[in-house]
């Protein structure tokens, strides 16, 4: 009996030791290093992993089986955030009976102690938060022309990335994108943009509400934040050879930067066509020698380059298709018919946030009073 | 980059410089003078690099927090603050300054190098949260900078007797201002940290994103948590402290400006 409360007590002693504590510090710094290094999965990386694995094919063996592409989700990176807050629960509760419970933070040394106990607890709260975040959010992506509608469930999202531990359950109102305002300074920088949302379910509505970039909105718990913006054309093809409409439909074309230039470009992955046709949407154009010059960003005459390829990738024609007008690309007629834009959204929806916001606030606050001391010194005069 | 800014500009390297060399001069020739001087230089320097700073927020028409050449600005206009704010309070040793001075001309000049044109602020960096988050990261470097001022300077001391360390404090208080500038790093880091969160969930829709630079950027704040638990339970103290320090504001200088290496990053930095 003597015994075993010896060893259970020297399990306690090492688990809230603050030796054990620096260990898991130094594995979260080693892991955390690993992340950095190692390139982790995500939609945009999937490429560069495989690069890498080919680059790197021993270690890679190593890493993969490991979870190392994925360090933040391991099973490693896991046990150490459990372990840690055991750690901090144990020392915390230890140290807090050893030291005379309520007591010990009364008197001029209990600001300290204050802080100290706090500060635990608020780091308590940070990682539960973080584990409630990473096991049970839901973030999702999606792209609305203006006029179009979302309906919150599984297979409307272009992307979706759920937290294993998440269940499939939808709120299932729609959203719906009614207007994309920008501002530009100089004709080509956007320094403002407004997107128009409505939210609808059976009980609720939110009618006209603006959504910018740094300021998102929530509805029924999810978040709506403003991603990306680009145009949206329509697009009408007909065969002239069959009589037959092909197409009637508006195309997101993606947005690339090149440091402040933007250019609004995409091909058109259509089996009917025989090769492949880029479009690149000039909202405001001249013409230089022949050539196309995009003369800004805000919308006035704006025209469709078409590039056609050959299976070699090499550009066999080019022409423009005027706003409201008409060319042959192939042997199809294509028709500008109209222009809108789209904008892309977040959606998270994240119930470990306010848990993780209240204590990280909790643990700046424990921090100014662990270390008042120090700091009063510094600022006090003399 | 308009002409007055480039004056005020290049006026306030050169007087960094001159601080800079000014101290070399006093402290190698035990002169009192020199280092008396290097810091009215850098007085005058901090004068100019004000104006700098006004004269680039007025053509940009947005505070200078966006791009590397305003950021590092801004950054090395907090830390020459807080280190003469401390050293005319008298907390800290002009002595110091042979480490912060250099490392603020250096940093000055790698954000010219990176170019000067004026940018538009875009709306991402519309955010009260972005200018708290660059205040405390800065404030946090020039706490960690100070620190490891000190920590140099007990690295290199071999003894409180030697004469010709005279100017250099006894090792013990180098001690002990080089934890307390780690302390109020630490904070000033994880008020960084903090609103850089809150901006994240605001412009990305999550806190914490595991970008390289954010990551990088909790590897050092980890490492200083180290420190202080290593400090307060285990007794590293003096020498042990002092190249842990080192070692921390290399980690930090990856993170500021190092991180881009490691692969891209969502995140923008100085």
Same mark, same amino acid.
């Given at each position: 009996?003597?015994?075993?409360?010896?060893?259970?007590?020297?399990?306690?002693?090492?688990?809230?030791?603050?030796?054990?504590?620096?260990?898991?510090?130094?594995?979260?710094?080693?892991?955390?290093?690993?992340?950095?290094?190692?390139?982790?999965?995500?939609?945009?990386? !999937? #490429?560069?992993?495989?690069?890498?694995?080919?680059?790197?094919?021993?270690?890679?063996? %190593? =890493?993969?089986? +490991?979870? *190392?592409?994925?360090?933040?989700?391991?099973?490693?990176?896991?046990?150490?955030?459990?372990?840690?807050?055991?750690?901090?629960?144990?020392?915390?509760?230890?140290?807090?009976?050893?030291?005379?419970?309520?007591?010990?933070?009364?008197?001029?040394?209990?600001?300290?102690?204050?802080?100290?106990?706090?500060?635990?607890?608020?780091?308590?709260?940070?990682?539960?938060?973080?584990?409630?975040?990473?096991?049970?959010?839901?973030?999702?992506?999606?792209?609305?022309?203006?006029?179009?509608?979302?309906?919150?469930?599984?297979?409307?999202?272009?992307?979706?990335?759920?937290?294993?531990?998440?269940?499939?359950?939808?709120?299932?109102?729609?959203?719906? !994108? #009614?207007?994309?305002?920008?501002?530009?300074?100089?004709?080509?920088?956007?320094?403002? %943009? =407004?997107?128009? +949302?409505? *939210?609808?379910?059976?009980?609720?509505?939110?009618?006209?509400?603006?959504?910018?970039?740094?300021?998102?909105?929530?509805?029924?718990?999810?978040?709506?934040?403003?991603?990306?913006?680009?145009?949206?054309?329509?697009?009408?093809?007909?065969?002239?050879?069959?009589?037959?409409?092909?197409?009637?439909?508006?195309?997101?074309?993606?947005?690339?930067?090149?440091?402040?230039?933007?250019?609004?470009?995409?091909?058109?992955?259509?089996?009917?066509?025989?090769?492949?046709?880029?479009?690149?949407?000039?909202?405001?154009?001249?013409?230089?020698?022949?050539?196309?010059?995009?003369?800004?960003?805000?919308?006035?005459?704006?025209?469709?380059?078409?590039?056609?390829?050959?299976?070699?990738?090499?550009?066999?024609?080019?022409?423009?298709?005027?706003?409201?007008?008409?060319?042959?690309?192939?042997?199809?007629?294509?028709?500008?018919?109209?222009?809108?834009?789209?904008?892309?959204?977040?959606?998270?929806?994240?119930?470990?946030?306010?848990?993780?916001?209240?204590?990280?606030?909790?643990?700046?606050?424990?921090?100014?009073?662990?270390?008042?001391?120090?700091?009063?010194?510094?600022?006090?005069?003399? | 980059?308009?002409?007055?800014?480039?004056?005020?500009?290049?006026?306030?390297?050169?007087?960094?410089?001159?601080?800079?060399?000014?101290?070399?001069?006093?402290?190698?020739?035990?002169?009192?003078?020199?280092?008396?001087?290097?810091?009215?230089?850098?007085?005058?320097?901090?004068?100019?690099?004000?104006?700098?700073?006004?004269?680039?927020?007025?053509?940009?028409?947005?505070?200078?927090?966006?791009?590397?050449?305003?950021?590092?600005?801004?950054?090395?206009?907090?830390?020459?603050?807080?280190?003469?704010?401390?050293?005319?309070?008298?907390?800290?040793?002009?002595?110091?300054?042979?480490?912060?001075?250099?490392?603020?001309?250096?940093?000055?000049?790698?954000?010219?190098?990176?170019?000067?044109?004026?940018?538009?602020?875009?709306?991402?960096?519309?955010?009260?949260?972005?200018?708290?988050?660059?205040?405390?990261?800065?404030?946090?470097?020039?706490?960690?900078?100070?620190?490891?001022?000190?920590?140099?300077?007990?690295?290199?001391?071999?003894?409180?007797?030697?004469?010709?360390?005279?100017?250099?404090?006894?090792?013990?208080?180098?001690?002990?201002?080089?934890?307390?500038?780690?302390?109020?790093?630490?904070?000033?880091?994880?008020?960084?940290?903090?609103?850089?969160?809150?901006?994240?969930?605001?412009?990305?829709?999550?806190?914490?994103?595991?970008?390289?630079?954010?990551?990088?950027?909790?590897?050092?704040?980890?490492?200083?948590?180290?420190?202080?638990?290593?400090?307060?339970?285990?007794?590293?103290?003096?020498?042990?402290?002092?190249?842990?320090?080192?070692?921390?504001?290399?980690?930090?200088?990856?993170?500021?400006?190092?991180?881009?290496?490691?692969?891209?990053?969502?995140?923008?930095?100085?």
């Amino acid at each position: 009996m003597k015994k075993k409360k010896k060893i259970l007590s020297k399990i306690i002693s090492g688990i809230s030791s603050s030796k054990f504590a620096l260990y898991l510090v130094i594995a979260l710094i080693i892991l955390s290093i690993a992340g950095v290094l190692i390139p982790q999965q995500s939609e945009y990386t !999937l #490429k560069e992993i495989e690069k890498w694995s080919s680059a790197n094919p021993l270690l890679s063996s %190593i =890493i993969r089986p +490991l979870g *190392f592409f994925h360090v933040f989700h391991s099973i490693f990176f896991l046990i150490v955030i459990v372990l840690f807050v055991i750690n901090i629960l144990s020392c915390t509760i230890v140290h807090f009976i050893n030291e005379g419970g309520l007591r010990s933070l009364t008197g001029k040394a209990g600001i300290k102690k204050t802080g100290f106990f706090l500060l635990h607890i608020g780091l308590i709260g940070i990682l539960a938060g973080g584990f409630i975040s990473t096991g049970f959010s839901l973030d999702g992506k999606i792209v609305l022309t203006e006029g179009q509608v979302f309906l919150e469930r599984h297979d409307q999202y272009l992307r979706i990335v759920e937290g294993p531990l998440r269940k499939e359950i939808h709120k299932e109102f729609s959203t719906r !994108l #009614k207007d994309v305002k920008i501002t530009y300074e100089k004709k080509f920088f956007p320094v403002d %943009i =407004i997107t128009v +949302l409505d *939210f609808i379910d059976k009980e609720n509505r939110a009618l006209d509400i603006p959504v910018q970039i740094n300021k998102p909105y929530t509805f029924r718990g999810f978040s709506f934040t403003l991603d990306e913006m680009g145009f949206s054309p329509r697009i009408v093809i007909r065969d002239d050879s069959k009589k037959k409409y092909m197409l009637n439909s508006f195309i997101a074309l993606k947005t690339f930067r090149h440091g402040v230039e933007w250019e609004y470009k995409d091909f058109l992955p259509l089996p009917f066509l025989k090769n492949r046709v880029t479009l690149t949407l000039y909202p405001d154009h001249k013409l230089l020698n022949g050539k196309v010059v995009k003369t800004s960003e805000v919308v006035s005459k704006p025209v469709i380059k078409f590039e056609i390829e050959d299976g070699s990738g090499k550009i066999i024609s080019t022409g423009i298709i005027p706003f409201k007008g008409s060319s042959k690309v192939g042997d199809h007629i294509f028709t500008f018919a109209d222009l809108r834009h789209w904008a892309s959204f977040r959606v998270v929806e994240d119930p470990g946030y306010l848990l993780f916001g209240i204590s990280v606030w909790l643990s700046i606050l424990s921090l100014l009073f662990r270390y008042s001391g120090e700091l009063f010194s510094l600022f006090k005069k003399g | 980059m308009k002409s007055a800014e480039i004056i005020f500009f290049w006026v306030t390297i050169f007087m960094y410089a001159g601080s800079f060399i000014s101290h070399i001069i006093g402290f190698i020739g035990n002169k009192d003078k020199g280092i008396f001087f290097s810091s009215w230089l850098l007085r005058v320097g901090f004068f100019f690099h004000t104006a700098t700073g006004v004269a680039h927020w007025i053509a940009s028409k947005h505070p200078p927090v966006t791009d590397t050449y305003e950021l590092n600005l801004t950054g090395v206009w907090f830390m020459i603050l807080l280190f003469m704010f401390f050293e005319l309070t008298g907390k800290i040793e002009k002595t110091i300054g042979l480490v912060i001075v250099p490392i603020s001309f250096l940093t000055l000049g790698y954000g010219y190098l990176s170019g000067v044109e004026i940018v538009p602020m875009g709306p991402a960096f519309q955010s009260p949260w972005l200018i708290i988050h660059v205040i405390f990261a800065w404030l946090a470097f020039g706490s960690y900078a100070i620190s490891t001022g000190a920590a140099f300077f007990l690295l290199i001391k071999k003894s409180d007797n030697n004469e010709e360390m005279n100017k250099i404090p006894p090792a013990e208080k180098l001690d002990i201002i080089s934890y307390k500038f780690i302390v109020l790093g630490f904070i000033n880091h994880a008020i960084m940290l903090v609103s850089g969160a809150v901006w994240a969930k605001k412009l990305w829709g999550h806190y914490w994103n595991w970008d390289p630079l954010e990551t990088w950027s909790l590897i050092a704040f980890l490492f200083y948590a180290f420190y202080l638990h290593a400090r307060s339970f285990l007794g590293w103290k003096m020498k042990k402290a002092a190249w842990m320090t080192i070692a921390g504001l290399l980690i930090l200088a990856i993170s500021f400006w190092g991180v881009g290496l490691f692969g891209p990053t969502i995140h923008p930095g100085p």
